[in-house]
């Protein structure tokens, strides 16, 4: 009987204990900080393809750059200008191209070849936690008066978009 009382009292004092051990409780906090960090998808290259004055003296091409950010941001573009095969500059083309470029306010902005726009102020985007479209129009517009001004030949210009937080 001794032995049956004392693995009793065994039993409820360790049960006893399991219990005091189930209802104590304490927490802690767990804290992290997420970085800014930005991801640019822009086209390898836009190609206006040949242009044929016989065919009419403008083009447009139009493209989507794909922002992936987790904050606010501003945005700027950059145009290097147009230099031909030899690396000469083409003051003509920096006046006959012009980008037309969508900031995150709707409303269009310009952006001659040679020149940049962007940096404090409308020109960015609000976080949104999806991607967020960039429209792009590369217009090609030379005048009929004036289509002989430009010398036959490759071009190209160099577009940098710049994307820091705001």
């Known amino acids: ?11 409820v004092v360790a049960l006893g204990a399991v219990a005091m051990a189930k209802s104590a409780s304490d927490s802690f906090d767990v804290k992290l900080n997420i970085l ?21 003296y403008g083009r447009t091409l139009s493209t989507t ?9 501003y945005v700027r573009l950059e145009s ?19 980008y037309s470029w969508t900031p995150g306010t709707g409303h269009p902005f310009f952006l001659g070849a040679g020149k940049s726009v962007g940096g404090w102020g409308p020109y960015g985007y609000d976080f949104t936690g999806s991607v967020i479209d960039m429209p ?10 004036d ?16 994307v820091f937080a705001k």
């Open 1 to 11: 009987m001794k032995k049956v009382l004392f693995l009793t009292l065994v039993l």
């Open 36 to 56: 800014h960090y930005v991801e640019l998808v822009l086209p390898d290259s836009l190609n206006l393809e040949d242009i044929n004055f016989a065919d009419g």
């Open 65 to 73: 750059m794909k922002l992936y950010t987790n904050d606010d941001v």
């Open 80 to 98: 290097a200008g147009f230099v031909d095969a030899e690396g000469n500059e083409s003051p003509t083309l920096n006046q006959w191209v012009q």
């Open 136 to 145: 792009l129009k590369v217009i090609f517009k030379a005048p009929k008066a």
């Open 147 to 162: 289509w002989f001004a430009a010398r036959a030949g490759d071009y190209s210009d160099v577009i940098t978009v710049t």
